[in-house]
């Protein structure tokens, strides 16, 4: 079946095939992933001789986190302000202040035309996408795991069944489906208040996001079934549901997370275009909203830059926190991002030193 | 041979699924969109009655109450669809759906086109560069290229346009061509097409911007993962120079994954840039999508998103036959 994979699906896989444990595309591959393993336990043997420092999990950390904790820091900072922000802040919808003031003291950020209070929007509105983020996350998560996981570990008919539709939804463009959707739930009589809600918003989102996730995890659960471990498993007579869950879904830790904050990035950014089309909750106030507001509201036309400046800002500083964190986890899934550079700043250093043979070449 | 034929078969069923798709949405989900388009249209024709013909495309397209059963409906959608009739439009009335889209196809897919393009090439080249100097201080590159991916790509072009046009004037804030100089709509001279050009340099600039961290990216991290390759390092032994084993050795195989990713980018030509289209007013199909979408011309919507449907598809189709011609393990690895 891995022949008609679309193309997408091709990209993934070869970006993890050079992991420890994709499945071979290719002899070259193959060989990649042994030479991954022999510089795995090259630096194992260093670590452990530097030994001390960092106790027993340094080796799944990543080295030099100086990207994990940048990128913890900003993710860390955003989600306080929404969840505190809030808390401080002004009424976000009080018109009693004058319309479109620039920052002052009295108000950090400036109002709106409709004189809100930019500052207390930015904080209701960071709580509204984080939440509409994280639903929206954890409902694609659930699903690539359903299609990926499952498909990947059972094979067969069933795998057949999942991966085409899985590829079907991973082929089929995602905003304008968004966008069909929304357009007709929101305006569809019998849902009442859920409508035109966050909630459903998210659950829009989130059923539309999670075909990339599932290729990728079906991979990594393919060449897990063929482990031993999971052998001894099954001839040990446990059940698959419990082999799914005890035995092969915690080694997928580090990719579910990855995936998960793909979800979230991917959450954020679309309720951020949704919204900015006028398709976003109506009750709730979420970064895109702001921007939907700002852009009736002639904010560009009129240089009110506060107003449209900050939701955007938060969009842009939270996903490249969160893409920060990815990057950490992903240079554990795929040592030689790690190590490659490292080695060869080494080589460079040494050569440097005159300890070298080269100077100019590829290792250089 | 069979890789092709499996192609074929995979294209053709996601085919069927997106129609159907189109076909089920607006007769599965609460509410009536057949009726709200059916009032949509006798108020822009100005409340004259509507002829049979027209009431029969939009129930045929939207669902007709109780008294025709699914499958006759799904029967009759298919004969439209393959008669090539979308339907009337309600917020452009009484312009069909089909011209439209015609009208508003040639935009997007110039623009967003030649834009996919430089974007492309541009990070395809750098993160070559960026990957084969691993390990020096352009690693640093790399999470740059993060912030600029995760900027929402019309916020930036919202910045863009009250930087460049709105503060310095420089460029034009809205639309596709200078409509006061060319009241009569698009023409072909030298005049037309330097205004057009005008009006989509800060639109192609959004997108440049926003979507060459992805490729550098990409590029960047197979280099590093190609260099450590066997192949690379007898190369390089052998005592080839190390511009030959940069572009003839590590770019070209490095390269591979970013062509598949390419092929969908193209494919994502018509359907990637549909807020952006909103900011700029540009006169493409994303704003026609959005033209329907705020007005429930759900006729208008149906049609727009199947040819953005399509328009995807073709490109990947096209795509995977050239990738397994460039990649023969594609083709054998089954």
Redesign the interface.
Known sequence: M???Q???D??VL??YA?GDDAPF??P?SA??VR?TARETTATAAIAAARSSRGGRFRHILPSRSG?LI?GIVIVGLIALFGIFGPLIAQPPRDSDNDALLPPSPEHWLGTTKLGYDVFSQLAWGTQGSLFIGLVAGIVALLLAVIFGVFAGYFGGVLDEVLT?FT??VL???G???V???????Q?????GPLARSSLLVALVLGITGWAGSAVVLRAQARSLRTREYVAAARVAGEKPGRIIFVEILPNLVPLLAAQFIFGV?FAV?GE??LS????GPTGSITLGTM?ND??TGQA??T?A?WW??P??AI??????G???IN?AIDEVV?P??RL??????RQ?KAAKAGKGIAD????A | MSFYLRRVAFYLVTFWAAISLNFLLPRLLPGDPAAIMLGKLRRASGGRPLSEETIEAITSILGAGKDMSLWDQYVAYWGRLLQGDLGVSSTRYPAPVAELIANALPWTIILVGVATVISFVLGIVVGAWVGWRRGTWLDHLVPITTVFQSIPYFWLALVLVAVFSVQLGLFPIIGGYDVFEFPAGPELSWAFIGSAVTHAILPAITIVLSSVGGWLLGMRNMMVSTMSEDYVVTAEAKGLTPRRVRTKYASRNAAIPSLAGFGIALGFVVAGSIVMEQVFSYPGIGKLMIQAVQGLDYALMQGVFLVITLTVLAANFFMDLIYGFIDPRVRHNG
């Open positions: 891995d022949d008609s679309p193309t997408l091709r990209e070869d970006s050079t595309q290719s070259a060989e990649a030479e990207k940048t085409l590829n079907i082929v089929i463009p905003l304008p489906v966008m069909v959707i929304a357009a007709y739930v305006n569809a009589e019998g849902l990035i950014l951020a275009g900015y089309l006028g398709l921007l700002a852009q560009v036309g240089g830059w449209f400046v939701p955007g969009i842009a500083a939270l996903g490249a969160l893409s920060l990057f795929n030689k991002l490659a550079p490292e080695n060869a700043k460079r100019t070449g590829a290792f």
